[in-house]
């Protein structure tokens, strides 16, 4: 199966669409934890294969012509300063 991780953005509606799958939402999930584990400042770049990466899919799911395909997403975690 193949991993469906996809981010698409509608101007007109203002709005970002996240597309997945299991496997994409596995991915996603473990990377969260992991995240959440660590607990450090952190920033991290997820980006299609046209784009070089491998963690976003690239196969647009929305097919509306207003509707447009995301190819890098930046992640920034933030430490709680109260903890």
């Not at 607990?39 to 980006?47: Q, Y």
């Amino acid at each position: 199966m193949k991993k469906v991780l996809t981010i698409e953005y509608s101007e007109d509606e203002e709005m970002i669409e996240l597309h997945l799958n299991k496997k994409g939402a596995e991915f996603l999930r473990n990377y969260l934890s992991q995240l959440i584990e660590k607990n450090s400042d952190n920033d991290s770049h997820w980006m299609t294969p046209n784009w070089g990466g491998d963690e976003l899919s690239d196969d647009q799911q929305n097919l509306n012509c207003d509707i447009k395909l995301i190819n890098h997403l930046k992640i920034m975690y933030w430490q709680d300063k109260d903890e």
